[in-house]
């Protein structure tokens, strides 16, 4: 089966309305957002990063530690 055809299905089967609805108020505060300059947030966090080190040498393009642009210094986190 073709990837994107067995991604889209994947992605269907796991949608509900209650993802939809939060989905789309996460949007729609996004660009009420951008439109009035104030801070505007509905709904949860669609996906949440948790990194417990800012050291990493694998320099990958998306990520802020392989790109540098920490602006915390290097290094394990605290207990």
């Known amino acids: 089966m073709n990837a994107k055809i067995s991604d889209g299905l994947h992605f269907i089967s796991k949608l509900s309305f209650r993802r939809a609805w939060n989905a789309a108020k996460v949007v729609l505060s996004f660009y009420i957002s951008k439109w009035t300059g104030k801070p505007v947030q ?6 949440v990063t948790f990194e417990p080190t800012t050291s ?8 802020p530690s392989g790109k540098r642009e ?6 394990m986190l605290q207990n």
């Open 70 to 75: 920490f602006t915390r210094p290097t290094g």
């Open 56 to 63: 990493c040498n694998l320099r990958c393009p998306e990520c």
């Open 42 to 47: 509905w709904g949860i966090p669609i996906s």
